[in-house]
């Protein structure tokens, strides 16, 4: 069975303070995607990558990086999280056209 | 004029019913369109794609409207377990296959 997994479900941190976001995917999918959902806006595409160690941007990436040394493996990065990065962050991989989700992280940024 | 844009919502039916979705789209070179259905605080999961002569699984039938750039979900006899955000979704054909998602229509169906 597909499964994508994140590594936390609820986050809180601090203004400032540096974040990771772990994804892992146990499909051998070359595609991978870090997409915010926040109401009203719907889904809006941070970064992807289609291979290890390579890594492209989406729609709104200011404010965050992404790290791919494994296959398996995308981390988001929070440099210095802001309060605006308060969001539910999901993790996606791809097979052709359909997109598998992680069960998402829900960040607050205090 | 945003890539994907769709009626909020929500869309309350009595169950039995049948409701009807849309969604238009921008860029006339899309060559892949798809319906996810998101619950409250889940992850998006595939429904169904949406292919040049309609597909139909069950209760639900979706249509593409290339000349007029829409997409369609129909939901006959509606459930209460049908309750939920259907997101729109389109491959934009642009390089990497960008998938663009739609804000998403809500649906309430109450007994």
């Known amino acids: 069975d597909v499964k994508v997994t994140q590594s936390s479900r609820y986050l809180v941190k601090r203004t400032g303070e540096k974040v990771f976001l772990e994804c892992v995917q146990d499909?051998?999918?070359?595609?991978m995607f870090w997409y915010r959902q926040d109401p009203g806006l719907g889904l809006r595409l941070i970064y992807f990558?289609?291979?290890?160690?390579?890594?492209e941007k989406g729609d709104i990436p200011e404010g965050y990086s992404v790290s791919r040394e494994k296959k398996e493996r995308f981390s988001l990065i929070l440099e210095s999280a802001s309060t605006n990065q308060t969001s539910m962050y999901l993790c996606?991989?791809?097979?052709?056209?359909?997109?598998?989700f992680g069960p998402g992280t829900r960040l607050t940024v205090t | 004029r945003k890539e994907v844009e769709q009626d909020p919502g929500p869309f309350n039916v009595p169950e039995g019913a049948t409701v009807a979705f849309n969604c238009t789209y921008s860029?006339?070179?899309?060559?892949?369109f798809f319906w996810y259905r998101q619950d409250c605080r889940k992850e998006p999961k595939l429904l169904m794609s949406?292919?040049?002569s309609g597909n139909e699984d069950g209760r639900f039938t979706a249509q593409l409207n290339r000349a007029s750039q829409y997409i369609s979900l129909l939901i006959r006899d509606s459930k209460l377990s049908d309750s939920a955000t259907y997101l729109c979704?389109?491959?934009?054909?642009?390089?990497?296959?960008?998938?663009?998602f739609g804000t998403g229509t809500r649906l309430l169906v109450s007994p």
């Open positions: 979704v389109v491959n934009m054909n642009t390089g990497f296959q960008k998938l663009v």
């Open positions: 499909m051998d999918h070359e595609n």
């Open positions: 860029n006339s070179a899309s060559q892949s």
């Open positions: 996606a991989s791809k097979a052709w056209d359909e997109q598998y």
């Open positions: 990558s289609y291979d290890v160690k390579m890594k």
């Open positions: 949406v292919y040049s």
